[in-house]
């Protein structure tokens, strides 16, 4: 079985540039996160979509993240602009509905902004 | 989510059980237990969980305290592919699907 797949696995920009992550989830999973990863602040949530409906987006840094679930099976999460402080491992997770379903994560954008 | 605590790093020697505590002593009625691991340049990976009793799968056993305030995580037999940062994380039952709260884990370190 596919596995949640992440795209780019890397990706190096100038500061300013708009950058676009993307996340397919496991088929038939309702439930998708996107997670950041840095030394300083280890992995926190950034938001997370419900039937393709976002839930909480308090994470969110600020104005220039942008999230978006257009359908089940894709998301997009969208940096504009870019600051070098926003570099770090970008994670997307999916899981089935529910408390205890595990979530499983894909590998990773290592993003780096310069 | 209530907070956990965990010792920032543990060493075991390859082969040998590993025992990873957590605390939680602030625990509720309706909390689970999860622990997830995440290998280097790899995503966090769910390991398992429960609510009072112990529970096996083919990864790991966990171990509840009786008074909840506690769990570990029992590897049975390292292997060099065990090392990892292992998360103790609570979830709150509320009927839908929320994010983990990540804490800073132990870094599990195996021996050859």
């Known amino acids: 079985d596919a596995g949640v797949i992440q795209s780019p696995r890397h990706e190096v920009t100038e500061m300013g540039q708009e950058v676009t992550l993307r996340c397919k989830p496991i088929s038939g999973h309702n439930s998708l996160f996107w997670y950041r990863q840095t030394m300083m602040r280890g992995l926190e949530l950034l938001i997370y979509?419900?039937?393709?409906?976002?839930?909480?987006d308090s994470g969110m840094p600020e104005d220039r993240f942008s999230a978006k679930m257009p359908n089940a099976s894709f998301s997009t999460l969208k940096i504009q602009p870019s600051e070098p402080r926003d570099s770090a491992v970008y994670f997307c997770?999916?899981?089935?509905?529910?408390?205890?379903?595990?979530?499983?994560f894909g590998d990773g954008t290592r993003l780096s902004i310069l | 989510d209530a907070k956990t605590t965990q010792p920032n790093s543990m060493e075991s020697n390859e082969e040998e059980p590993v025992h990873l505590p957590c605390n939680h002593s602030t625990i509720s009625g309706t909390d689970y237990i999860h622990w997830y691991r995440q290998l280097p340049s790899q995503g966090p990976e769910y390991v398992i969980h429960g609510l009072t009793s112990n529970v096996n799968n083919r990864m790991a056993s966990l171990a509840i305290a009786e008074d909840r305030k506690s769990s570990t995580l029992i590897l049975h037999r390292a292997t060099l592919r065990d090392a990892a940062v292992y998360y103790c994380?609570?979830?709150?039952?509320?009927?839908?699907?929320?994010?983990?709260?990540f804490g800073s884990g132990t870094q599990l370190t195996v021996l050859p």
């Open positions: 994380i609570l979830r709150r039952y509320s009927g839908s699907a929320r994010q983990l709260t």
């Open positions: 997770a999916s899981s089935r509905r529910g408390d205890n379903q595990p979530q499983h």
């Open positions: 979509f419900n039937n393709n409906v976002p839930i909480d």
